[in-house]
Nanobody
Framework: QVQLVESGGGSVQAGGSLRLSCAASGRTFSSYAMGWFRQAPGKEREFVAAISSGGINTRYADSVKGRFTISRDSAKNTLYLRMNSLKPEDTAVYYC????????????????????WGQGTQVTVSS
């Protein structure tokens, strides 16, 4: 398993942008499918986006399609989430997650599809 550390959260006004990063330990980052999830106060954690181990396939929640972009840099062992046109309803703690898949095109879409998690980073969007 890899260890994951998120960063890049903060406070921004509606319509603004943020880029989250998730640094992964280990030398086999490129063998892991990765995902972003979020949890708003009083709500369950929900899927945001996922990317396959090689970066070929991506998947997004309908609520963020066209606004968020997931990407990865295997040379830096880092996962990213670029968030544009932020809305107050995007306010949440954002978590990155991983699952060993080897090579391939697998992208998860639920918490059960991933088995390692970061500690989260807070994103607050004000109106």
């Amino acid at each position: 398993q890899v260890q994951l550390v998120e960063s890049g959260g903060g406070s921004v006004q509606a319509g603004g942008s943020l880029r989250l990063s998730c640094a992964a330990s280990g030398r086999t980052f490129s063998s892991y499918a990765m995902g972003w999830f979020r949890q708003a106060p009083g709500k369950e954690r929900e899927f945001v986006a996922a990317i396959s181990s090689g970066g070929i396939n991506t998947r997004y929640a309908d609520s963020v399609k066209g606004r968020f972009t997931i990407s990865r840099d295997s040379a830096k062992n880092t996962l990213y989430l670029r968030m544009n046109s932020l809305k107050p309803e995007d306010t949440a703690v954002y978590y990155c997650a991983s699952r060993f898949t080897g090579s391939g095109f697998y992208t998860g879409r639920s918490e059960a599809d991933f088995d390692s998690w970061g500690q989260g980073t807070q994103v607050t969007v004000s109106s």
